[in-house]
């Protein structure tokens, strides 16, 4: 995984348990106090702001999901600290015995996460009150005993990251699409909602995959809301990850709206590639996978050498260079000349429409009889 950014101050230490309650009740009314999302974004991108109706769970309620936080339930690791695997009943959200009910994710912050109480609040306030297929839902939350926890639908499939890099298996080019396609329609949603949020960690790693391999956004620790009265950034502490961040963010600390749409572009080459977008046990010239491939996308020839051998070349050509070419806009130095995620949606479903041809290799027999055929001669030849 990425190396995580943030500056060295830190905005104080956790408050004590009643501010912490005073804090959440803020997070869940400001859900309440957005304004809807406009007319056009509800048919395109099929989401909408919701009342939050989050439970407060208890921590003694998640150590039973989770069977004491066993590490036998974890099913990985980030920067705010465990996700683990539990089980609630699913009328009544109470724990349940393992297999029963369904099956739920507990984020739960680690003693060093020095961001905790920020992130968990980010979390609360933006997907406690976004509705979106494409996002993953949030059920939950608990504070106590200054620890800080989530809980969130399970996704099966678990992170792109996974799949693109780890798994054995590797992911086809009709799923790559389905899932490159899902992810742009949960950041569209989220740009185009009329208080538009930043999302500012867009990586493969934050994009979950449940059982049909539908691809839902996670966590919104680090999520902004967008520039208004007519700015074209919001000013902020330099955090995300390295690698898929936005070059004019990591120089300034301006963040835009398109600063979401470089770190698409990063993840959609490494989709194409298979390769992280930061590696440091790649040679020195090739760490950095933006700068190690960007001259290749401009070329049919070159990019087939850098498309992802488990491929086995078993895509078209011609939907691969369209989104080389989408790659090369989404990252783009300027954020005014990279597309918006509603245009890169566009390019995704078009080059989807693009099915891969399988050569027909003529059988031997075949080209035998077609070798004996006697040949046709012009009139020149007589």
């Not at 009342?51 to 920067?79: A, I």
């Not at 369904?102 to 020095?114: C, E, G, H, N």
């Not at 993840?267 to 996978?289: F, K, Q, S, W, Y």
């Amino acid at each position: 995984m990425g190396n995580c950014l943030a500056n060295s101050d830190h905005d104080g230490k956790i408050q004590k348990k009643k501010k912490q309650q005073n804090n959440t009740s803020s997070a869940v009314a400001d859900g309440e106090k957005s304004v809807g999302v406009g007319a056009m974004n509800k048919e395109r991108y099929g989401g909408k702001i919701v009342k939050p109706n989050l439970r407060m769970f208890t921590l003694d309620e998640l150590k039973s999901v989770t069977r004491n936080f066993r590490p036998d339930t974890v099913l990985g690791e980030g920067g705010f600290g465990q996700v683990f695997k539990g089980w609630i009943d699913k009328n009544t959200y109470k724990p349940s015995k393992v297999g029963v009910g369904i099956p739920v994710a507990v984020k739960k912050s680690s003693a060093d996460s020095l961001q905790g109480l920020q992130e968990w609040q980010s979390e609360v306030k933006f997907l406690g009150k976004f509705s979106h297929p494409n996002l993953v839902k949030l059920l939950g939350f608990c504070w106590e005993e200054d620890q800080f926890l989530l809980v969130y639908e399970y996704m099966q499939k678990g992170s792109l990251e996974s799949h693109i890099f780890k798994s054995p298996e590797p992911l086809s080019w009709e799923i790559r699409m389905k899932i490159a396609i899902g992810a742009a329609r949960g950041l569209a949603f989220l740009h185009t909602s009329e208080k538009s949020v930043i999302y500012r960690d867009f990586k493969s790693s934050n994009i979950l995959l449940d059982g049909d391999f539908n691809a839902k956004l996670s966590d919104f620790g680090l999520a902004k809301l967008g520039p208004v009265n007519g700015r074209s950034h919001v000013t902020t502490r330099i955090m995300g990850t390295y690698g898929y961040a936005a070059p004019e963010y990591m120089a300034t600390g301006h963040l835009y709206v398109k600063s979401d749409v470089y770190g698409f572009g990063v993840v959609l080459l490494e989709m194409l590639t298979g390769l992280i977008a930061l590696d440091r046990n790649r040679p020195t010239n090739e760490m950095n996978l933006v700068d190690f491939t960007k001259g290749s996308l401009h070329d049919k020839k070159k990019l087939k050498k850098i498309m992802d051998q488990r491929l086995d070349q078993q895509y078209p050509l011609a939907a691969a260079f369209l989104i080389a070419q989408l790659i090369l806009q989404c990252l783009e130095a300027d954020p005014k000349n990279r597309p918006s995620m509603e245009q890169v949606l566009e390019i995704l479903e078009k080059a989807q429409t693009i099915k891969y041809k399988p050569k027909v290799k003529k059988s031997r027999s075949a080209q035998q009889l077609q070798n004996k055929r006697p040949k046709e001669h012009s009139i020149n030849d007589q």
